[in-house]
């Protein structure tokens, strides 16, 4: 009976309209933006675990920073060295909800690319010492000496295009500047390289004409690069069997066991790619998502610098690739202008119209005849750090190829961090690897050294009886004897090609490693465990989630949360209030019903039921409403996806797209705080009902 009551009075009084909607509105959104940022949180911990993070990590309990896997404000924090990884790694696989921990550590070093100039006369350097039977690179080793012949001759001719091109720079320059401004010995180097002499004269002294040519042309060539790279150093064959988003694109895996690099896809094609061709490629990617040239600022400037900056281009290509390339764009631009330069001006000059076109163009036509990355697959990187002494290391390592996660090709968070081995990274990082104990256990057999601690430094070295052993001449330090034996196989392709045991490769010194576990759902209590076991065992380690280790990212999602809670109570605060003044003045203007319900024998308990029971009828008709409407936006949302707004947006959506998922979980709540909302709101009007008496109905009347 009161629910047949509470239908009925339900659409009665406008009133009710006006507490419907406020029930429709706040139930609409708390499903909508709950909806979402569940679905924001879901998708960045699938970015953050399935990058680098895995469920949890664990690292040194007596580190002075917590682990911050993405950085921090004040750089990479401070961890200290997990020593007894082997012994950690037994403990936390024994856990029954333990799949697997990786090792891991993250830092950053500088490379350098060499500019174009340098990069060319190291080729013909290579190519004669390979004539001389010296293959610093492998692959001359297959050429036949007919091949050498032909690779030498062609690369001569590219170092002397570049020199024609080095003296149109000059001419320029000296029509604008003043004498002084013009360095002489730069003229005259250049005057020497351009003569026919030069080069006739140049298999009598190779070495000394390639020292000349790199000491006094080379450097005219400012194009080189000192870029910062981030890394993380790890177990790549297991890194790779547990993160199964990370997907090799060009190249292949580092094969199991050796040292090697993988370079990031994005920073590879941002950092390491010929800049026109990145800009064309981003002109065409931003065409993709709607941005126009005519209308954009930044697509724009792109357009500007490609037209301005065609030096590296030119500087790239023989005298018979410079041919072929100008009458390509002859071609294809019906052109009679000779001039490279300004040939490729032209092309560059791109429009929302010719885009695509000239995008095709450049892949197919001018591509081939240019090396577009300076840093290729399978060539030697050199690496340098500062190691956690503070001295400055360098590694060599073979780049393998580049990676990318699955949907998170374009993240800058997720694609800008490369991967290298653990012996290179412990190289790197100051740590004493297998195989420099072995060097410095030679070292100290041939010379007699012998350990010094630090307590009796002072009398082993400057105490009474000690004799001197060499005088520090030049001649007491034999350089070809530096080099033999395992100092020498250090330096040399055996450490690349040598394949570690899962023994050697695990029993050093990591940062911290990846904990992935068999079942994600129980990582609150699989991470009270660990702890326990930490402190049980004594293995000086501390496990946080996915979250905690990503830092201050991993606090986003947190802080969003937070808004929503105080945005939600603010709303159902103010809905709150307009519903008590509106059940108010309901109750007012039900004066005379109420009271001769009172007058006929209706109990005050029967009156306060059936305020309630309205209220929570229209809770639930217009909570109802609001949840199929809010229902009925996610799963638009979710056949259709949000499109990430920018590059930074792809980590936090993980991928392209957010495809937003509604939880039951989401609805329960919602619908319970709508109830619980709008009972609160009408238990004062209903207490209030209760109180009318008969008299007061008949004087209402009167």
Do not use: C
């Amino acid at each position: 009976m009161l629910v047949q009551i509470a239908w009925r009075n339900l659409l009665a009084s406008p009133v009710n309209l006006i507490i419907g909607a406020l029930i429709l509105f706040g139930t609409f959104l708390f499903v909508v933006v709950g909806g979402l940022l569940d679905s924001l949180n879901a998708a960045m911990a699938r970015s953050v675990i399935g990058s680098a993070a895995g469920h949890a990590q664990i690292y040194s309990a007596k580190s002075k920073d917590e682990l911050s896997l993405y950085g921090s404000m004040g750089g990479d924090p401070d961890l200290g060295a997990v020593t007894e990884f082997p012994r950690i790694k037994e403990a936390l696989e024994a856990h029954p909800n333990v799949k697997e921990v990786v090792p891991m550590g993250v830092s950053g070093a500088l490379i350098t690319s060499g500019n174009t100039v340098d990069v060319a006369l190291e080729e013909l350097r290579n190519l004669y010492k390979a004539k001389d039977g010296v293959f610093d690179r492998p692959e001359f080793a297959k050429l036949s000496a007919v091949e050498l012949d032909e690779r030498i001759t062609a690369a001569r001719r590219h170092v002397r295009q570049m020199i024609k091109v080095l003296e149109a720079d000059q001419k320029k320059a000296a029509a604008i500047l003043q004498d002084k401004a013009i360095d002489p010995e730069v003229v005259a180097s250049l005057e020497k390289v351009s003569r026919d002499d030069f080069w006739a004269d140049f298999d009598r002294d190779v070495w000394g004409s390639l020292e000349f040519l790199e000491n006094k042309v080379a450097p005219q060539v400012t194009d080189s690069q000192l870029l910062f790279i981030r890394y993380l150093g790890t177990d790549l064959d297991r890194f790779q069997q547990s993160f199964d988003r990370m997907q090799v694109v060009d190249g292949t895996r580092v094969p199991k066991g050796q040292r090697g690099f993988l370079v990031a896809k994005l920073f590879y094609e941002d950092q390491l790619k010929l800049k026109n061709a990145r800009r064309l490629d981003k002109l065409k990617d931003a065409k993709a998502l709607g941005r126009l040239i005519a209308t954009d600022d930044e697509l724009k400037r792109f357009v500007k610098e490609n037209r301005a900056q065609t030096r590296d281009i030119v500087l790239q290509l023989d005298d018979l690739e410079t041919a072929e390339a100008t009458t390509r764009l002859q071609r294809f631009l019906a052109s009679s202008e000779k001039d490279l330069s300004a040939l490729l001006s032209a092309f560059f000059d791109t429009t929302d119209e010719n885009l695509e076109a000239r995008h095709a163009f450049f892949y197919e036509q001018l591509a081939p005849l240019l090396q577009l990355y300076k840093v290729r697959v399978g060539d030697t990187l050199t690496i340098k750090a500062f190691s956690r002494a503070g001295a400055v290391s360098a590694v060599n390592v073979k780049v393998y190829g580049t990676f990318a996660f699955t949907g998170l090709e374009k993240s800058p968070l997720a694609g800008t961090t490369s991967l290298m081995d653990l012996m290179s990274f412990r190289d790197l990082y100051g740590y004493l690897t297998a195989d420099k104990a072995e060097e410095l256990a030679q070292l100290k057999r041939e010379t007699g050294a012998k350990q010094v601690t630090r307590d009796s430094a002072e009398a082993d070295l400057f105490g009474e009886g000690n004799t001197v052993v060499a005088e520090a001449t030049a001649g007491v330090i034999d350089e070809k004897k530096e080099f033999t034996g395992v100092g020498r196989r250090l330096r040399e392709d055996d450490l690349v090609k040598r394949v570690y045991t899962d023994a050697e490769i695990n029993g050093g010194v990591v940062l911290h490693a990846a904990v992935i576990l068999k079942d994600p759902s129980q990582l609150k209590q699989t991470l009270v465990e660990l702890n326990a076991l930490s402190t049980e065992k004594g293995l000086g380690i501390k496990a946080v989630s996915w979250q905690q280790a990503s830092g201050l990212l991993g606090q986003v999602i947190l802080f969003f949360r937070v808004l929503l809670l105080m945005a939600v109570a603010f709303i159902f605060g103010v809905a709150m209030v307009i519903i008590n003044n509106a059940m108010m003045m309901a109750t007012l203007q039900r004066t005379q019903v109420i009271g001769t319900m009172r007058a006929i024998g209706a109990q005050r308990t029967l009156v306060l039921s059936m305020v309630l029971v309205e209220s929570v009828v229209l809770g639930l008709v217009f909570g109802g409403l609001g949840m199929g409407l809010g229902s009925a936006l996610m799963a638009w949302l979710h056949a259709n996806g949000i499109a990430a707004p920018n590059d930074v947006a792809y980590f936090f959506f993980s991928g392209p797209r957010l495809l937003p998922e509604l939880s039951t979980a989401n609805l329960v709540v919602a619908l319970a705080i709508i109830l619980l909302v709008t009972l609160a709101s009408t238990m004062l009007p209903a207490v209030i009902a209760t109180r009318v008496s008969p008299l007061r109905a008949m004087q209402a009347d009167e």
